[in-house]
């Protein structure tokens, strides 16, 4: 079934880069996942970046409205932030001052310490490829209200707590944020937003919040470890508006040391599919009010003590409507999955979402090249 699906989708032009097998093998990745395989084979990928934005699967569908002849090339030279008056050449000012849409490479490797939060708007692609870039020990990312957004082969780390103030947002127009809790990536009231390649770890409060009516979204090839609550999707058990939302979790790697939150939802749906988990101690995937989750060819690898548990039922919600299934999961080390609910959990991908599922005795294969790459300009990467 999944050699037909992959099949179908090369008939019709959704994978529109084929994998060069052989550079694949001859580069140590004999077999790469349906994201991967799109691009990583091209030792042309650094003159052709926007590439990318064809390759991503899941409810973000295709990002083809980050691409086109009048999207800014810009290059971040200087790893320095002024929160509120943005110089030309760092991070803030490419993602703030630049109208309309924007392509954002690094020249170099750099640690930027972002002073405030970061705020993200629409048509922005973020894409560390070729540059070890790590964003740390600051503010991190904010997307609010944003749409057709990439964040791609960053290192995000030890982000803090951000008191209130004024930062420069996008559109070059100062606005007063809030106190910011210290996630590394922050979605509020966004759609169509892709984030792959990234390694995520050790920040205040959680690495990925997908919140208040965001819907739409792939989280694909990252990698997250040494956290403790790593990724919530649904802001409250009172925010209703989130039952429409919709997310892909997919090739990631979960651990070493990830306690809980991989991920927790609340009323939406959830695909987590072929991702890795190495070990949890309170429990790997949770959820209340009425959640839907399809955890599909998944490998679970218990810890050796504490919790053998997958999933934790964090309230008791009414109704029925809580629907829990697993499908060709791997359970390693004593992992349990005590399904709950019953009925039809599937994804219901439109042609510009779906993509192969494979065996989860694949998945270790699938995930070795999850988080930031190092990709070196004219090999394939």
Not at 18 to 46: F, S
Not at 80 to 106: A, C, E, H, Q
Not at 229 to 245: I, R, S, W
Not at 358 to 369: E, F, H, I, M
Request: glycine share 8%; charged share 20%; net charge positive.
């Amino acid at each position: 079934m999944a050699t037909h699906i992959l099949s179908v989708l090369f008939l019709s032009g959704l994978l529109t880069t084929m994998p060069n097998t052989n550079l694949a093998k001859k580069h140590g990745h004999p077999k790469m996942n349906a994201i991967d395989a799109c691009w990583r084979g091209n030792p042309k990928w650094a003159k052709q970046r926007q590439e990318l934005a064809k390759c991503s699967v899941g409810f973000a569908g295709k990002m083809t409205n980050n691409v086109g002849e009048d999207v800014t090339n810009y290059v971040v030279t200087d790893p320095s932030d002024d929160p509120v008056n943005p110089k030309r050449g760092t991070l803030r000012y490419g993602v703030t001052m630049i109208k309309r849409r924007v392509w954002i490479t690094f020249k170099k490797d750099m640690n930027i310490k972002l002073r405030r939060t970061l705020l993200v708007g629409s048509f922005t692609a973020i894409d560390g490829r070729g540059a070890n870039v790590q964003i740390s020990n600051g503010g991190c990312l904010f997307l609010h209200k944003a749409a057709d957004v990439i964040i791609h082969g960053l290192a995000i780390h030890h982000c803090r707590h951000q008191p209130a103030g004024q930062v420069m947002g996008p559109g070059s127009k100062l606005i007063h944020l809030s106190e910011m809790d210290g996630d590394a990536i922050r979605l509020v009231a966004s759609r169509k937003v892709w984030i792959d390649h990234n390694t995520l770890y050790q920040c205040d409060d959680g690495l990925i919040d997908v919140t208040l009516g965001s819907t739409d979204i792939t989280i694909s090839n990252n990698w997250f470890r040494d956290h403790d609550k790593v990724m919530l999707l649904g802001h409250d058990d009172a925010f209703n508006a989130d039952k429409k939302m919709k997310v892909t979790v997919v090739y990631n790697k979960f651990g070493p040391n990830c306690n809980q939150r991989m991920p927790r939802v609340r009323h939406g749906y959830a695909h987590v599919v072929n991702n890795l988990y190495l070990g949890w101690q309170i429990y790997a995937i949770g959820g209340s009010m009425n959640p839907t989750v399809k955890s599909e060819s998944n490998l679970f690898v218990a810890p050796k003590s504490g919790s053998k548990e997958i999933i934790r039922k964090i309230n008791k919600s009414k109704g029925k409507a809580w629907n829990f299934q697993s499908v060709g999961d791997i359970l390693e080390n004593g992992a349990s999955f005590r399904e709950i609910g019953s009925g039809t959990v599937k994804p219901n991908y439109n042609s510009k979402q779906i993509f192969p599922v494979t065996n989860a005795r694949t998945v270790r294969q699938l995930t070795s090249s999850a988080g930031a790459l190092h990709c070196r300009e004219g090999y394939p990467c």
